[in-house]
C-alpha cells in the first residue's frame, strides 16, 4: 500500500468500534479498494465477507459438485456466502423470506425455502447436503442440519445456539456440547460441527476483493444512512429484516 491509495479492511475483534470520520489501522489489514465499489458498497463487504469466505474455504472447504446450504441467505453474511458458493462451483440452497425470494435468486440461489412455512429439514433430502452454513444461530438448526447432511458433511454457525444471558452454568453448559460435538466429529460418529469466529486476514480480503474485480461478487447495501441518522440504522439493524448490510456514511462520504 502507498499514500493516497483507497483501501478497506476489518478491524480486530479486540478493537471495538464506532462511527466516526477517522480510525487507525494497521497496513497488514487493509486491502486496496476494488475500483469498481463506491466506498459505501465498499464497506458492507470486509467483516461480512471475511466471515462468509473464512466459513466456506477455511472452515468447510466448499468445492466443485458441493451441495452448500445457507441459512439466512438474505442477510449481510448470506447474500456474500450464496456468490461465495456458487464461485466455487457449488449448488446453492438458501432460506429467506418471501419478500427476498427474487434477491437471493439474482445472487445464484439455486433453491430458496421460505423458513416461514417451511422447515428445511422436511423439504429437503435426508444425507443431500455437504455444507450447512448456519447464520442465523439456534440449537435447532444444528438439530436439523444433522437430518440433510451427507455422514461426512460439515456444519458451520458464526452463531451457536441461542443466545440468552450468559451465566457460569450456561458457559459451563455450553463448554460440554461444544466438546461433546467436536469429539463426535473426530470420532466419526457424526457430521463435523464448526462454530467460529471470523480472524482479520488481508489475504482474504485480497482473495474477496479478485472475486468483486471479476464479477462474481456484489456488495448489497439494504440502506445507507448518514452520521445523523445513526439511531435509525442500529433500530434497523436490531430489527432483523436488513437485506445484505446497513452502511453508516461520516465525513465526506456523507456530502
Not at 480472524?199 to 474477496?208: A, E, H, M, P, Q
Request: hydrophobic share 40%; with cysteine.
Amino acid at each position: 500500500l502507498k499514500v493516497g491509495d483507497e483501501v478497506y479492511g476489518m478491524a480486530h475483534f479486540m478493537e471495538l468500534g464506532t462511527l466516526a470520520e477517522f480510525a487507525v489501522f494497521s497496513e497488514s489489514i487493509l486491502s486496496v479498494k476494488p475500483a469498481s465499489l463506491s466506498f459505501e458498497e465498499a464497506a458492507g463487504i470486509p467483516l461480512a465477507g471475511i466471515t462468509s469466505f473464512q466459513a466456506l474455504h477455511s472452515q468447510a472447504h466448499v468445492k466443485q459438485g458441493d451441495r452448500v446450504l445457507v441459512l439466512a441467505g438474505s442477510g449481510g453474511t448470506g447474500t456474500l456466502a450464496i456468490q461465495m458458493a456458487k464461485a466455487a462451483g457449488a449448488y446453492v440452497i438458501t432460506t429467506c423470506s418471501e419478500r427476498n425470494f427474487e434477491l437471493v435468486r439474482g445472487l445464484g440461489a439455486d433453491e430458496v425455502i421460505n423458513y416461514r412455512e417451511q422447515e428445511f429439514d422436511q423439504v429437503l433430502e435426508a444425507g443431500s447436503l455437504d455444507i450447512v452454513y448456519d447464520c442465523v444461530g439456534g440449537v435447532e438448526q444444528w438439530l436439523g442440519a444433522q437430518k440433510v447432511l451427507k455422514a461426512d458433511g460439515t456444519f458451520v454457525t458464526i452463531s451457536g445456539d441461542a443466545q440468552g444471558n450468559l451465566t457460569i452454568m450456561r458457559l459451563l453448559s455450553k463448554g460440554v456440547t461444544m466438546a461433546r460435538r467436536q469429539i463426535g466429529a473426530l470420532t466419526g460418529s457424526h457430521q463435523t460441527y464448526k462454530q467460529f469466529t471470523a480472524s482479520t486476514n488481508y489475504g482474504d480480503l485480497d482473495s474477496i476483493s479478485a472475486l468483486v474485480e471479476s464479477g462474481a461478487l456484489r456488495a448489497v447495501n439494504d440502506r445507507v444512512y448518514t452520521l445523523d441518522e445513526s439511531v435509525d440504522a442500529f433500530m434497523h439493524s436490531v430489527s432483523g429484516r436488513a437485506r445484505g448490510k446497513i452502511i453508516v456514511t461520516v465525513g465526506q462520504q456523507q456530502k
